[in-house]
């Protein structure tokens, strides 16, 4: 079935038949990073220690994955809040009659060989024969070993009765506990970490590290906070709101102000901004030489919706003016602090500071939401346009001064170099530090390593672009020829504008494959490459921007897949 | 003699020894591309039709040619401008009892093989043996079969006495005459061209578009008026400057400026900043696929200092706010017309105007002078950051609309396309106008073909670096192996703030040759690329960026020179 098949399919779900304008392919989905995280992980519950519930965004529908329930509870004439509430205290109870699995047993259970196995509150599902008719597509086998309420709070419309029925058709078991956080020594600076949602793919767990599955990103507009890649360089600080401060310092009145006072002696404003980390896709750059970093895939990026005070707003109150400073910075500090007591801390050249001062928030909300204690809460500043690493979390204290940030990350990290520099050579104060970052893009479905659908003439590329500066997207080339020939990708307007432009781009494109490419049975190699504004393009080569860091990494995104014969 | 040993090298000129800390290698220039000239030019007088003085920048002293003369000037503590004014009549005078030769004789004269001749007033020189002593190198060649005097006016202190009496040494005879403009019929409508420096190389003649030899660019961090390359597209207007107006559309009252008002209604700013052609570096491009446009090497660029009055001030002072308006483009039109009556335009986003509002510059001085003709006399617009073909020459009327500029040049050239759009599925509609340009640079010198001295071990690189949108440049890299391994060059501060680099940056690298580059005698693949403060880099290859009308050619810049075996 092709790609262009899959398009029309009709598709019998509990008794309905179905229609899917887009049904991805149902093949199977590579686990080959996901298995880098520990089993314990996928049994995690998604409540963080605040409380706050989970079940965010799930009025972002129009994803592919919902399409099916969506439709049918368009046709059943039931509103889903209503049907959710109903229904949430009903299915995934303990049921005695049926066998006991423990996390661990469940994460066997992957594959189609081993049978796929997944969690929901106490239940144990055996989806093996399911997941071809999951009108989502692969999706599904996200959650395979593991629990699927984190992908059911994202997607809410799967928490209604008809859709939990179903499921429940599939029980097999209970599970024999649920797992809250790690259990800790006393003494751990790391004890009192938030709670992270098992969707999420570490890269390291001390300071924590995570980028959500590719796939995901490119779903929706604003990434959900759950989703959203963590970039912590130390503990997570706990932080009572009541007693936070933030301090204004380098006027001669000075200023300390409280989280109410940020929020209601200020105008509130919201944008809608990309947090990148310089080190997106160094895992590229690891294939060709090694370096030092987090081996990060395509997802340490993400665009939210961030609110908060106006930067300039809060410095004029407190007596700063920018541009009238003879001061040379503006250094932030946040409140994670290392083993011997330095803060992290960042700043932005004057310039930027002044061409960015009605732009930068100083922000105490992230899609419409508290900012979760991982991206900073309760208060955090985003300078849009510039690299994650100067958007200090945990805000404290906010001045000018003659010199940049003292901080490690300012000096001795985050800085680009030529591929012929290396650990012997290396001179941190001959470079600058990275502030706005270059054009990237990248293909987020289908994976590396899918499998096409038997006979497939053209394949759909979805992802995402984006670039530094506010500098917009203009147009995102895509080839399933390894870059021979190019075609360009419909963009999804992000209504900013072309120079202040600092969310990212979704764009999509249905590309025919070579001719023959199946016949053969061969891989085909699929590639983008986005242009902004300013006609800044990607480099081609990983190998000509490579460097002993590992950061920057904007080559041409290439993605491999296989398009299998036609069966004879 | 190895380029190191060079630096050091003693050398004798009219009887005195003289230290130069560079000497350029003094192999043979690759004449292949200023062969595309007609040798009619080499003899044109420099006066343009304005009678201005052409010895600008003689001032400019500093260029690595110039410093044997310079030196020689201070060991005999002789005024250069006195010894100048003195001289000027002196040399170069008819000499009856010599043979008489033509300029396409002359022309003939061009190599060793042939022997090298120049011409100076009514003198022809041959000097051949000369060449390997002279001071300044090489470059004395890109007069070879031609006349030296758009090059001694450049390099003012030439013309002294001892200088020219080192010439007479060399004289063969005299010039059957002087040529000046090109005869041309009176209907023509490039009848009043202006008088070129024939030191340009062009492209087309009607219209005239040329550039100047690549080695000479990047001597100077300003682009002398005569070096800088000329790219109109239509016949230059003959505009009397006692008539000439500006008006200023859109408000209620509107106006209409004069240029004497111009000059002193307004306070007067200066800005050092590059134009640069969209189309520059465009022959790269045509040896992958052939595209449609001027065949540019690599100089279609230069930088220079524009003075006048400040957009936002003429706006506000006319009665227009930028910040208030709804209107969507602001648009130049000029006066230099088509066969069919139009006159050439070109618009920017309101959004861009705003941000450059204090950085835009209505200016009618070049360099310290008048505009000359060729670049918009009496009035262009410089729009820093921007491709120069908004930045209209001969600047009539500036307005705001709620549409782009109607012109050609706006809405069906200057937009970039991917590598697979051709002419048969083009549809411009769907690109967005070039402005602000990305990341390039280039090396100048040595360029391509030149043959290495003899058992060479190094070889020392010139060029310039630039970026659009007010980006500094932070680094540039150059390589002697074709890209496998990089040296940092070092940057010669062009002294603006890193986000409002409106100039460009000179560089200079010493990079070893490769082991056995010269035993082997073989090619010797130099390449440079470049990076900006957004770190955006220039992608690696052509192949990559081609499009159909050759624009934004910025790859890396790789020249090809051979280091020869050592003489055993």
């Known amino acids: 079935m092709s790609m ?42 998604t409540e963080n220690d605040n409380g706050r519930k989970q079940a965010i965004f799930a009025s972002l529908v129009g994803a592919t994955c919902v399409a099916g329930a969506a439709l049918y509870w368009k046709r059943n004439h039931t509103p889903v809040a209503h049907a959710a509430a109903e229904v949430e205290n009903s299915y995934g109870a303990l049921r005695p009659e049926l066998p006991t699995y423990t996390l661990q047993d469940v994460s066997k259970h992957k594959t189609r060989d ?53 499921a429940e058709q599939y029980r097999i078991g209970n599970i024999t506990e649920r797992v809250g956080s790690e259990v800790v020594s006393g003494d751990d600076p790391y004890a009192k970490e938030p709670v992270r949602s098992p969707i999420l793919i570490p890269s390291s767990r001390k300071p924590f590290n995570a980028e959500p599955p590719s796939q995901l990103l490119a779903e929706k507009f604003l990434t959900p906070n759950d989703l959203f890649y963590v970039r912590n360089h130390l503990p997570v600080p706990t932080i009572d709101p009541l007693k936070y401060s933030l301090a204004i310092q380098g006027s001669q009145r000075g200023a300390v102000y409280s989280l109410a006072q940020l929020k209601k002696q200020f105008k509130k404003k919201s944008v809608a901004a990309v947090v990148q980390c310089a080190g997106n896709r160094r895992s590229e750059m690891v294939k060709i030489k090694s370096v030092k970093g987090l081996n990060w895939g395509m997802a340490a990026i993400g665009n939210a919706e961030w609110s908060g005070v106006v930067l300039n707003d809060l410095l004029k109150f407190s007596g700063i003016d920018l541009e009238g400073t003879e001061k040379k910075h503006l250094v932030f500090e946040g409140m994670d602090r290392g083993p011997e007591g330095a803060v992290y801390g960042a700043s932005i050249p004057i310039e930027l500071a002044r061409a960015l001062k009605d732009e930068i928030i100083v922000a105490y909300e992230m899609n419409g939401e508290e900012i979760p204690r991982d991206h900073g809460y309760p208060v955090r500043v985003i300078i849009p346009g510039v690299v994650g690493a100067r958007q200090v979390k945990w805000l404290n204290k906010i001045y000018l001064s003659d010199e940049e940030s003292e901080c490690h990350w300012q000096r001795r990290d985050y800085k680009g170099f030529n591929s012929s520099v290396d650990w012997h050579n290396v001179d941190f104060d001959s470079s600058v530090a990275i502030m706005q970052l270059p054009i990237i893009s990248a293909i987020c479905d289908p994976p590396e390593g899918t499998e096409l659908e038997e006979g497939a003439e053209e394949v759909t590329l979805r992802g995402y672009a984006w670039s530094g500066g506010g500098r917009a997207v203009v147009r995102v080339d895509v080839s399933a020829d390894g870059g021979k020939t190019w075609q360009t990708a419909d963009l999804h307007p992000n209504g900013q504008s072309p120079y202040r432009s ?15 490419a199946a016949a053969r049975g061969g891989e085909v190699e699929l590639v983008c490459k986005a242009v902004d504004i300013a006609y800044n393009v990607q480099p081609d080569s990983v190998e000509g921007i490579w460097n002993l860091r590992g950061v920057l990494s904007n080559a041409w995104h290439r993605v491999k897949v296989t398009a299998p014969p036609p069966s004879s």
């Open 4 to 45: 262009k098949a899959a398009t029309n399919l009709l598709c019998r779900c509990n008794g309905q038949i179905l229609h899917f304008r887009h049904l991805p392919f149902l093949s199977a989905y590579n686990f080959g990073r996901r298995s880098q995280s520990t089993n314990a992980d996928f049994g995690k519950s």
């Open 114 to 166: 081993t049978g796929i196995w997944v969690t929901y509150k106490n239940a144990v599902y055996d989806i093996t024969d399911y997941v071809a008719s999951h009108p989502g597509g692969s999706k599904i086998l996200l959650a395979a070993g593991g629990s699927m309420e984190p992908f059911w709070n994202m997607y809410g419309v799967h928490k209604q009765d008809s859709i939990l029925q179903i």
């Open 502 to 516: 600092w969310a990212w781009s979704l764009w999509e494109a249905t590309v025919p494959l070579p001719q023959g």
